[in-house]
């Protein structure tokens, strides 16, 4: 039987080592899979990649790139300042430009307007 279809841990056929899906090593993880457990990339390059056919990818591949856990940082904690910046831009968000009023909900750009304002106002 042949490896599977990118299984390159060398990094000779990709340039970086490289696994199929749900075949890499432990002590290696995804930006998301850091931010889970509290972490970041911290600087770090990237230690290897994983590789797998998807039907939504333009070239047919898509790919997760991994990292070192034991090189990770911990997630810088979140300052007021910032706090203050994102409740006032999610606010913004909500806040229909046609009456003016919260509308409890992110509203669509599509729309560009609350639910309940006439479709005029979207103009």
Do not use: H
Not at 35 to 40: D, E, F, N, P
């Amino acid at each position: 039987m042949s490896a599977p279809r990118f299984w390159d841990p060398e990094g000779t056929k990709f340039g970086v080592p490289t696994y199929p899906w749900r075949l890499a090593p432990d002590g290696l993880a995804t930006r998301a899979q850091l931010r889970a457990a509290g972490l970041r990339p911290g600087g770090q390059e990237i230690a290897a990649q994983i590789l797998w056919r998807s039907r939504r990818a333009r070239g047919g591949i898509r790919a997760a790139y991994l990292y070192r856990i034991d090189l990770a940082k911990p997630v810088r904690p979140m300052t007021p300042a910032k706090r203050a910046a994102l409740a006032k831009a999610n606010t913004a968000r909500r806040t229909c430009p046609g009456c003016g009023r919260d509308a409890g909900y992110v509203i669509p750009t599509s729309l560009g307007i609350c639910a309940t304002c006439p479709p005029w106002l979207a103009a």
